[in-house]
């Protein structure tokens, strides 16, 4: 197996050095990074994509909102010489780390994003090592990579609070060749695609269990499982059997196999729809995507894509398209298929051998950023919306106004998902700007379950006038997504974005803010004392007047 995979990046790697950097006339320019850009990863929150480029030994960092990149993150070469072969990353928002696998180098990187920056190494040691996949589990902040040369995954202190902090705190054995790993953080359970052994070793993740980080269950599957893809909503994982030409079920409240699901010839990536309940399948060598139907585990369609389909990925809305990257054959252009919610098909031509794509979601208009590995690009597709069953909604302010310059806006944030709810980690929210950095707010109660009140206090005086504050929940889904089978991507589930808007007046000096009067209209409605400068109002006995600023001065 290991022969194989050194064939394969050598034929790659001989193609990217035919090529260089210079790729096919496309109909938009697309984005320069690395050598063979092997991974892509999207940060909704940051508005940030991380591109692991393999041949260049460093990460290209994307500003999704202009579309530039913003920094260059050197990952290698090893301290020995040679090449370290960045192929797997995630990305943790509760702590602000991006972590990276290096495939030649036998290493786990931890990357400070705000200041772009390695922070640690960890450095296994030897060529054959063979780092292949890493998952964060958002519950405890633990960072889990498998290495293919030891058939182990290791477990890494991802608390920044904690005395153990980037040191491996357990070394877990697992089957033959561990390729993906999937993280089910509410069942505090480890998934890990054993390709040579054609079934998934359990491992206990759940912090108060006597048997954690144990492997709790092995589950055989079909040949050569390659791909795992979790559906929260209905507690289901698919397990892509690449030499089998299936796809595995596995129950995971019970740990077993429910089903198992033909699809075309050499299914390679998967990505669930959880809010359709649909999983999306690419079949590289049938040029097709089997659609599975997650209520009877059948398959419900066969759409045709373009040549060779790597990679899959869903916008998670209930009529948001998936996108397939075809690779192609280089040096020729690739293509990326959309499928929309009627299963209808349009094509956008893009770099050469595109293998990898994420999406950002939290832009005002989502976009599908496509890792072309022989031409060292990015390109970007600007796809359709849609909403999230994960809700918000924003208290009101009285009469949507305050006088105050430092409001604090309140609200909740609920999974409506059915019929597994999912648990919130984080709200998020925006003021003035629909494609900003997000901040996070407060959460004030139910911390970790699928059902929270927030607050957010404004630091910064807002000037008067009109202001909107946008708000959104992520739950557990939102930061275990990672290219966990390299070229293989999946995307970020948020949730829907609320927006509400409402107006700051300041006091004039000397004034009392915060009255409200009476109008004596028909309607009956109380309002702030401005507008006609005659109108009063007596409060404890004590006369006041409008003044020419809108507040209230003693006469």
């Not at 995971?252 to 390679?268: C, E, K, Q």
Request: net charge negative; hydrophobic share 40%.
């Amino acid at each position: 197996m290991r022969k194989h995979c050194f064939a394969a990046l050598v034929f790659l790697f001989l193609v990217v050095s035919a090529l260089g950097q210079a790729g096919p006339a496309l109909a938009a320019d697309p984005i320069p990074v690395g050598t063979a850009p092997y991974t892509v990863l999207a940060d909704p929150v940051a508005h940030e994509v991380y591109v692991a480029n393999m041949f260049s030994d460093n990460i290209t960092v994307i500003d999704s909102v202009n579309d530039t990149v913003t920094a260059t993150i050197t990952v290698g070469p090893p301290a020995g010489g040679g090449m370290s072969a960045p192929v797997a990353l995630a990305h943790n928002p509760n702590t602000g780390r991006l972590y990276c696998a290096n495939f030649w180098s036998g290493e786990l990187l931890t990357i400070d994003m705000p200041t772009k920056s390695v922070e640690n190494t960890i450095a296994l040691g030897g060529s054959h090592i063979n780092p292949r996949a890493v998952v964060v589990n958002p519950a405890t902040d633990l960072i889990y990579f498998s290495t293919l040369g030891q058939s182990r995954v290791y477990a890494v202190e991802g608390d920044t609070t904690d005395p153990n902090y980037n040191t491996i705190v357990a070394t877990i054995t697992v089957g033959p060749y561990p390729r993906s790993l999937a993280i089910n953080a509410t069942a505090g359970r480890l998934y890990v695609a054993n390709t040579s052994g054609w079934t998934v070793s359990v491992v206990d993740v759940g912090p108060g269990s006597g048997a954690f980080h144990q492997v709790v269950g092995t589950i055989a599957v079909g040949s050569e499982p390659y791909a795992l893809a979790l559906n929260y909503s209905s507690g289901k994982l698919y397990v892509t059997n690449r030499a089998g030409g299936t796809v595995t079920v596995i129950d995971t409240a019970t740990d077993s196999r429910v089903a198992t699901v033909t699809v075309g010839a050499h299914p390679r990536a998967a990505d669930v729809n959880p809010e359709t309940n649909l999983v999306y399948v690419s079949n590289r060598d049938s040029d097709t995507v089997s659609v599975i139907d997650g209520e009877s585990d059948t398959v419900t369609r066969t759409v045709a894509a373009g040549s060779r389909p790597y990679a899959v990925a869903c916008v998670k809305t209930v009529d948001g398209n998936a996108y397939v990257a075809n690779y192609g054959t280089p040096p020729d252009s690739g293509t990326v298929t959309g499928i929309d919610s009627s299963f209808n098909t349009s094509d956008t031509t893009v770099g050469a051998a595109p293998s990898s794509l994420s999406i950002d979601t939290l832009l005002a208009k989502a976009k599908v950023f496509v890792g072309n590995y022989a031409s060292g690009n990015v390109s970007v597709i600007d796809p359709p919306g849609g909403e999230s069953s994960l809700l918000t909604t924003i208290d009101p302010l009285l009469g949507d106004r305050t006088d105050t310059a430092t409001p604090t806006i309140t609200g909740s944030s609920t999974s409506a998902a059915d019929p597994y709810s999912r648990d919130i980690i984080g709200v998020y929210y925006l003021l003035d700007s629909a494609d900003g950095r997000w901040r996070k707010a407060e959460i004030t109660g139910g911390a970790g379950t699928p059902s929270v009140t927030w607050r957010v206090a404004v630091a910064d005086p807002l000037t008067p006038g009109a202001h909107t504050i946008r708000v959104f929940a992520m739950d557990v889904t939102g930061a275990t997504v990672t290219c966990s089978d390299g070229m293989a991507a999946s995307s970020p589930s948020t949730g829907q974005t609320a927006a509400y808007s409402f107006e700051y007046r300041a006091s004039a000096p000397g004034s009392i803010s915060g009255l409200v009067y009476n109008d004596a209209n028909a309607n009956g409605r109380y309002d702030y004392g401005e507008g006609a400068a005659n109108v009063g109002v007596t409060l404890g006995g004590v006369s006041k007047t409008t003044n020419a600023g809108g507040g209230y001065g003693f006469e």
